[in-house]
């Protein structure tokens, strides 16, 4: 049985080419060349520091990969090595020899009707379901991912898709996507897996719940009216009266409510809820939530604050699909890819390279990781895919369980 190989390499070098140099000495050391392996895939991100240089970074790794997928994109900051860069010239590139696993890039666009309806360019095939999963980079000012998804769900509901929105643009054209030929201003680019290397995802939210849970009992679109008969604030504010003095502040100011996912499920544990933020109050003491909510659904009210993202995060890396390599098991048959929300980092732990370290530890220590900080984490949560925000989103590398 092959075994998979991953590497991963960081540089900070403010010149692009200094740069590419020595993240390539590092990724060498990966994979050298008495191995006898190549790589099958390479993830790059880069900070808008590097600008137009960028133009020529697909076409590099190309030359210097020429059997491997490529998917990269622009970000605020990137992640890889043992760093994550926040504020400085940043260069992440990520590489994995997948064997027994076809590896399939392809490129998206949505065009939006005047009736409001999308359509999805594009979209891959996927032949074996059971044994797919998607990587997935978009531009937040182009794309709909949310329409994307939605369409994966009722193609191929089961299939994980994760990955981040190219961030650190302020406006239409202002994010890249990288490919082997060129950059790409708009739309997504993804990558297919289908075989015996698979990606197991772990969503971190990073919240945790307060007070009990609410039946939705009146509502409409993203407008919560009632719950349990009481008008949403009401409920809001009662939930909030219980609390501990620190918890209630926090759930004032910034709110998060919990949708579950699952209608047949009465107990809710880890996981069972889709966090949503508190957009703020509406007509007839009703809460706006930034997605679509039902009559019948339940709902808890949630806080976030940075302990409670620690703990989720850690507590997921252990207990899901990032769980740690067995002993003996080397560090470089396993990698994964971290798509940090831009709101975490330095924004919201006082430790630097917080979710990094905490990626590696629930793999090992050195284990090859790579990302950026995103506009946006996609990623799935009770089996369906979502688009997320103030997530850490990861992927996880490995051969599959027999």
């Avoid at 992640?79 to 990520?94: F, H």
């Avoid at 957009?279 to 009559?295: C, K």
Wanted: charged share 20%.
């Amino acid at each position: 049985m092959t075994v998979p190989r991953f590497a991963g390499a960081l540089s900070t070098q403010a010149h692009t080419e200094t740069a590419v140099e020595e993240a390539l000495e590092q990724i060498a050391r990966g994979f050298p060349s008495d191995a006898g392996i190549r790589p099958s895939l390479l993830a790059v991100f880069a900070t808008h520091h590097h600008g137009p240089a960028l133009e020529e970074l697909g076409a590099r790794l190309h030359r210097e990969f020429p059997g491997a997928a490529l998917i990269g994109c622009t970000g605020v900051g990137v992640i890889g090595g043992r760093r994550e860069a926040e504020g400085s010239p940043g260069l992440s590139i990520w590489a994995g020899y997948l064997p027994e696993t076809e590896v399939r890039p392809f490129r998206l666009t949505s065009t939006t009707d005047a009736e409001g309806g999308t359509t999805i360019l594009g979209a891959p095939e996927i032949h074996d379901p059971e044994h797919a999963s998607v990587l997935l980079l978009c531009d937040p000012f182009s794309f709909r991912t949310d329409a994307f998804l939605a369409q994966m769900q009722e193609t191929h509901p089961g299939v994980p898709v994760v990955g981040g929105m190219a961030s650190g643009g302020t406006g239409p054209g202002q994010n890249f996507l990288i490919t082997e030929g060129e950059l790409v201003e708009d739309g997504a680019l993804g990558v297919v897996l289908e075989g015996e290397i698979g990606l197991s995802s772990v969503v971190s939210q990073g919240c945790r719940p307060v007070g009990e849970p609410w039946v939705v009992t009146q509502c409409e679109r993203n407008l919560v009216q009632k719950l349990g008969g009481k008008s949403a604030v009401e409920a809001f504010l009662e939930t909030a009266s219980k609390l501990p003095e620190e918890e209630s502040d926090l759930l004032k100011s910034a709110p998060f409510v919990g949708l579950a996912i699952d209608p047949n499920k009465s107990k809710f544990e880890r996981g069972d809820f889709l966090v949503r933020q508190i957009l703020g109050q509406g007509p007839d003491n009703s809460l706006g939530v930034n997605d679509l909510v039902r009559r019948g659904q339940t709902i808890q009210f949630l806080v976030r604050d940075a302990d409670s993202a620690s703990e989720d995060l850690k507590l997921l890396m252990e207990s899901q699909g990032g769980g740690r390599l067995a002993e003996g098991e080397p560090s470089s048959s396993a990698g994964a890819l971290l798509f940090s929300c831009n709101g975490r980092g330095s924004n919201m732990f006082s430790v630097p390279d917080h979710d990094l370290t905490c990626v590696r530890e629930g793999l090992a220590p050195d284990a090859p990781v790579a990302g950026f900080f995103a506009a946006g984490e996609i990623g799935p949560v009770g089996g369906r895919n979502f688009l997320h925000g103030f997530t850490a989103s990861v992927a996880v590398f490995r051969r599959r369980s027999s």
